[in-house]
């Protein structure tokens, strides 16, 4: 526990494994913003709400918005075991109606479960709208690791736009020697994305 709640050592495993912020270059276009769901919850109604790692969708809007990419591809329909029927990725175009976005702009994968999904069912829908390469793949600095591996090994040509970064860097303080015990509750996340690396690497 005392090894595990200490602020430096999580900071520098979190540090290495995060994918770090990306500036675009100037000019440089893209035929679709893929953004990774996960970024919606449900209450006890199965009403959707935005989540922590909402930063997916405010991105996948701020690089259409700005020019970047021409459409945003939404996958995400429920991981969960046992769910009301309620889609994010349905959820997730009801949203971008209301903010305006041109339909023929908007593309919906709203069945897939989980990563490996997540890539091969966007890329069958972007080859049967013609939206030939390359895209972005937008999801959390915590996740792209794991997800451009796995839609790479789909045959798909994209590029990563981390977000929804956790660290603003891995700058050194005595205070970070200090056990927090709140940190203990970070390391799933990294546990997870670790071991499904592994898993699916060798796929």
Known sequence: MLILSCPY????????WDYHRVDLSEGKRYSAAIVLGG?????????????????????GMRLYETGKVSHILITGGNGQLIHGGYSEG???KLQLKQL???DSAVLIEGKSRN????????KE?????????????????????RALMIFRNQGMDVDPY?????????AFSFQ??????VIVTYWPTYFKEIVGYMVNSKM
């Open 100 to 102: 305006q976005v041109p």
């Open 162 to 170: 981390p977000c929804n970064f956790f660290l603003g860097g891995d």
């Open 39 to 59: 970024f919606t919850s449900t209450d006890d109604q199965q009403n959707g709400y935005f989540n922590a790692t909402a930063d997916r969708f405010i991105q």
């Open 90 to 92: 349905e959820w997730t």
């Open 115 to 122: 990563t490996y999904e997540n890539a091969k069912f966007s």
């Open 125 to 145: 829908l972007l080859q049967n709208r013609g939206l030939k390469p390359k895209y972005l793949l937008v999801t959390s600095a915590f996740h792209m690791r």
């Open 176 to 181: 970070q020697l200090i056990p927090d015990f």
């Open 9 to 16: 050592l999580y900071t520098v495993v979190a540090w290495s």
